[in-house]
């Protein structure tokens, strides 16, 4: 995959209508992946969006979720910058995340997740808000 930087829309409820309506639009393979996938399928986030990826024929990528009950959603906030890497990215996307991590507000430390992959989500000292995902399993 390489590195991929791309907007990440955030929702309260609707980001599956909304993914399968930008496939609509853009055309493309999407993909779907619920909070009952990843976590406790009896919970009352089982079938909101954990992660969807929609990539088009142009080069297009968007992702989206649903915003967990746990989490306030605030309308107008809706929109996060993706950095994602693999491969030989994994050190560059590191060395990323420790510079945008200066003055940052972290909210989610870089670790590795449930679906293997190491993820961290800030808030970087402008007030944009990233999600950096370093994929392949590493720890």
């Not at 009352?44 to 088009?56: C, F, G, I, Q």
């Amino acid at each position: 995959m390489g590195s991929l930087l791309n907007p990440y829309l955030t929702f309260q409820d609707t980001a599956r209508e909304a993914m399968e309506f930008y496939r609509s639009v853009f055309g493309g393979e999407l993909t779907i992946n619920t909070f009952g996938e990843y976590g406790d399928p009896d919970s009352p986030d089982s079938e909101k969006v954990m992660h969807s990826m929609l990539t088009t024929d142009d080069g297009f990528t968007l992702m989206a979720s649903d915003t967990p009950e746990e989490m306030e959603f605030t309308a107008g906030s809706q929109i996060t910058i993706s950095l994602s890497g693999d491969g030989d990215d994994v050190d560059a996307v590191r060395r990323q995340w420790e510079a945008l991590s200066e003055g940052a507000t972290v909210t989610v430390p870089l670790a590795q997740q449930v679906w293997g992959d190491e993820f961290g989500q800030l808030t970087d000292r402008f007030g944009i808000s990233w999600m950096v995902n370093i994929g392949g399993g590493a720890a």
